[in-house]
């Protein structure tokens, strides 16, 4: 072992973490200090000296005999002198004289003479002390200046994980055992995943049951899910179920402005998590970090390297020692293709949306610290909530509470989950919004012809409430559906219904009024979206038949689809979405036309109530014996 090796151990201490050699810290802080009150002499010098003008001896002994001094002071090698003048200006404005001192001459008379007009006169002892006196006036301000530069740097190096200014250093938050106070009972509808991770779990606590068997503990697993599904929330159950030294830590951490501090970030966490294995690691959207490599650019900036060394980190460490690597993102196409091979990120698991007994799952955790009132059916809460995630039931929870305080209730009750959902959905009642009589009319119809499309039709979605209140999301009234149960699956007929319920406040308009307004606009935005995909991604076109005209990107980010097709193709598409819109139209026109009477009743009875329910509307249907048997698939048409 050689001299450096010996000094490098020495400055190990007991986690195995360098320690700085005080000398090789304090010097170059000395140095940095000394260089400080250097330049802070020449700035205060340069300052000074920009106020003083010299003058001979000869103007000096001038000036005396004239009276026209008002204060002199004798230095060593200098005389110091202000006019009268001069000493009638501002003190900023002040010019002050200086003279060289001839040594050896007696200044006695030449003192008497000033004193007797006047003149204020101040003498410094005539030993050179000029270097001692630099060295004790400075000497204060030096040794203060490296006190503050001390502590600069250990607050700095606290702060940010050691070294300079620990830029190096993780960031990981580190949890041990249940101190993130979530477990697999507070995560629910998310029963596969959690399953999956269990075994992981497993592993770490009982790594003989699979080494018996030659099993080994997979690296990493990578949570796949829209954004509010519980990938973090998932994360921390882990760290309270696994009672093992948790890494909790975001992509977005490892980047820096420095080339190479990502990946020194990278490096210094699996060196940690290496001393108290078996751990867990979990990095929150690692797309920050983990985005695919662009061959065509060919540079090596810092998220290359730091992809470059979390790879290599990966590879590195032993699985037998129980470090295990998680992370979570939304948007999994875009991650490296090395990042997912087997051996690193090997096990990809989803984070769905839940679906309608995970939803009534969420429902009762979220409302297991709310008092709810006996009428609370959270059934028909989680019916009507299909496709919400996680976060946005956690909202809903909340909000009615919020609104069951506002009322002045004890306990939240059935009015306020349904209120809160009204809320997401359309937003807050707009108490300032004054509508004229005709346009309160045409709203009534417009709603209305939504609802009774959605009644008079086969497969459609049985309607739950209709209002002409506006609302703060823009929409001037609003008709919700209720779903009865869970859909996966749709037709090309319950497809076409839901198209015709869709254009059905258009339709009524022009059948009762021969018009068309702008608050059609949402309903044909979402029609038109609907008609394209049937087209470009379903096969549900006679024109192009099974053909996919259309790729999806970024699925869990909602995102849209991109054609995947010729300019001709593109402008055909376009005809035949046309061509669907226009039928769908004229069938809903056609509709309501063979039912106005119907149409007039209902619109009459909801511009008098301002909002009416599902059973009000259904019995003015089967009073005219004109309902059908209504299906199921849960949607909210707004203006």
């Given amino acids: 072992m050689n001299h450096d090796q010996e000094n490098r151990n020495r400055n190990q201490n007991k986690n195995g973490r360098e320690t700085r050699d005080p000398l090789r810290t304090g010097l170059p802080l000395l140095a940095l200090a000394v260089v400080i009150v250097l330049l802070f002499n020449w700035v205060y010098n340069s300052i000074t000296s920009a106020q003083l003008e010299e003058k001979s001896y000869t103007d000096f002994l001038t000036m005396v005999q004239r009276d026209q001094l008002a204060e002199v002071q004798f230095k060593v090698d200098r005389v110091l ?327 002045g209730r004890q306990a939240v009750n059935q009015e306020d989950l349904l209120v809160s959902f009204e809320t997401v959905i359309a937003g807050t009642e707009k108490k300032n919004t004054v509508l004229t009589d005709m346009e309160k009319r045409m709203v009534a119809y417009h709603e209305v012809g939504h609802a009774l499309v959605a009644a008079l039709e086969k497969h459609s979605q049985p309607v739950s409430k209709i209002t002409i209140v506006p609302h703060t999301s823009g929409a001037l009234g609003y008709t919700m559906h209720m779903p009865e149960e869970e859909k996966y699956l749709s037709t090309r007929d319950e497809l076409l219904v839901e198209l015709r319920t869709l254009v059905g406040g258009r339709a009524a308009e022009e059948v009762a009024f021969g018009v068309q307004t702008t608050g059609a606009s949402n309903d044909i935005q979402r029609a038109t979206d609907l008609a394209r995909r049937m087209v470009a991604q379903f096969g549900m076109s006679s024109r192009f038949g099974p053909m996919a005209l259309a790729t999806v990107q970024h699925e869990y980010l909602e995102g849209q689809a991109y054609l995947d097709c010729s300019q001709t193709t593109a402008a055909q598409m376009d005809q035949e979405v046309q061509a669907i819109l226009g039928q769908v139209l004229a069938d809903a026109k056609k509709l309501l036309s063979d039912h106005r009477s119907l149409l007039d009743e209902v619109a009459l009875y909801l511009l008098a109530k301002e909002t009416i329910t599902g059973d009000e509307l259904m019995r003015y249907v089967n009073a005219n014996q004109t309902a059908l048997p209504a299906s199921v698939s849960q949607e909210s048409t707004e203006d």
């Fill in 81 to 407: 002198f202000l006019t009268k003048e001069e000493a009638g200006q501002a003190g900023g404005a002040r010019t002050v004289y200086y003279t060289g001192l001839i040594t050896g001459t007696d200044n006695t008379a030449l003192v008497y003479k000033m004193q007797s007009q006047g003149v204020k006169v101040f003498q410094e002892p005539q030993e050179d002390n000029s270097v001692i006196g630099f060295i004790l006036s400075n000497l204060l301000i030096l040794g203060l200046t490296f006190f503050l530069l001390s502590l600069l740097m250990r607050k700095m190096g606290s702060a940010m994980g050691g070294g300079l200014g620990g830029v190096g250093q993780s960031k990981a938050k580190v949890y041990m055992e249940k101190q993130t106070g979530v477990t697999f009972a507070d995560v629910a509808g998310q029963d596969e995943a959690k399953e999956s991770l269990q075994e992981i779990i497993d592993f770490l606590h009982n790594p003989q049951k699979y080494a018996a068997i030659g099993a080994k503990l997979p690296k990493g697993a990578l949570l796949v899910g829209s954004p509010g599904t519980g990938k973090t929330l998932l994360a921390k159950a882990v760290a309270g179920e696994a009672n093992v030294p948790f890494f909790s830590i975001s992509g977005s951490d490892f980047v820096e402005m420095f080339v190479g501090v990502g990946a020194s970030r990278v490096r210094d966490l699996f060196q940690q998590a290496a001393k108290v294995a078996p751990c867990i690691i979990f990095i929150d959207e690692i797309d920050a970090v983990g985005r695919s490599r662009d061959s065509r650019m060919g540079s090596n900036s810092e998220q290359e390297q730091t992809l470059n060394q979390l790879l290599g980190e990966i590879d590195g460490f032993d699985s037998s020692k129980g470090v295990v690597c998680l992370a979570a993102t939304n948007r999994p196409e875009i991650l490296d293709k090395a990042l997912l091979r087997a051996g690193r990120f090997d096990r990809r698991i989803i984070v769905d949306r839940p679906n309608l007994q995970g939803r009534l799952d969420t429902l009762k955790v979220h409302t297991k610290k709310i008092r709810l009132s006996e009428d609370v059916d959270l059934q028909k809460i989680a019916h009507a909530t299909a496709g919400a995630v996680g976060a946005d039931l956690a909202n809903l929870v909340n909000e009615a509470a919020l609104r069951a305080v506002r009322k």
